[in-house]
């Protein structure tokens, strides 16, 4: 199981490789939530989004002999991005098998970076199956998105730095909004946080109809979603959450904050008008938790924007509606 051992170790790996992102904050935003909002902006992470960390942590973990041979991961694009580009980094082959009607910017990039991408349509074909295949064909090395000890640990490496800019910036006590699929980076912050500043609370923030964590987080058991497709915040849009993410969750997590599209797109707007930087709707949900469910939060939060590749027409939407 991922510790505070496995996270700063983590950190040591990914030194000179990952960029230490800001905590921002806007007295406007302030204003809309009424209360002292920061932001994190993971969106300025290499490859846009914070899976970079759990990229780099997993396959620098590997031995020379394994991570020779290259690596496998399914994504619908974030992981895919930080897969392909730390792969490339370090010298590997990287397959990604990635769902046909993922955005086509995530596609797009995940090839720019090298990797080779086998696209599969998520309604009528099995992506493990396909992974199984390739895997066994080429010898290649499964990095899973959320569900890997070090991929945690890389995730984990972000909050060490909250840990940091917290005290830097005096605050003392906040609860920290997460954007939140198969539970990764919220386990691995709400770890690192555990250890470093206890009072800093996770709280994870998912889709509306897609809040299997928030369900699994109240009735105490794993919860799955109906379905797997059907809103804009697509980049944590997963089945259930993960058997080793879960259990971290259930231990050191808040409850859940669930929010609608529309909010996530006025926080894509808000974002970019008031703190100049680009987010993907899922990467937005927590600062849409932040500002429109403040009944539920304290004085002081800090969210976290975890992705910023949105689809063009996607951002246009956002800002004709609310722009």
Known sequence: ?????????????????????????????????????YVKPECLQHTGSFKFRGAWSAISALSPEVRAKGVLAFSSGNHAQGIALAAK?????????????????????TRAFGAEVVL?????????????ELSQARGLTLVRPFDDPQVIAGQGTAGLELAE??????????????????????????????AKSPRL???????????????????????????QSGSLCDAIVTPQPGNLTFPILSRLCGPGIAVTDDEALQAVVLAFNRLKIVVEPGGAVALAAALFHGETLGDTVIAVASGGNIDPDVFKLAMDRYG
């Open 201 to 227: 609370r996770v709280r994870p923030c998912e889709p509306a109809g897609f809040d299997d964590v928030a369900r699994s987080l109240t009735s105490g058991k794993i919860e799955r979603n109906a379905s």
């Open 120 to 132: 599969y349509d998520r309604a009528s074909e099995d992506r493990d199956a396909i992974g199984a």
């Open 165 to 194: 800019q917290a005290e830097e910036q005096d605050i003392q006590a906040a609860e920290v909004l997460i954007p939140t699929g198969g539970g990764g980076f919220a386990s691995g912050i709400a770890l690192a946080l555990e």
């Open 1 to 37: 199981m991922t510790d505070i051992r496995m996270i700063e170790a983590a950190r040591d790996r990914l030194a000179g490789r990952v960029r230490r992102t800001p905590l921002l904050s806007s007295p406007f935003l302030d204003e809309i939530a009424g209360r002292r909002v």
């Open 89 to 109: 980094l370090h010298g590997l082959a990287s397959v990604i098998v990635m769902p046909s009607d993922a955005p086509q910017i995530k596609i797009a990039n």
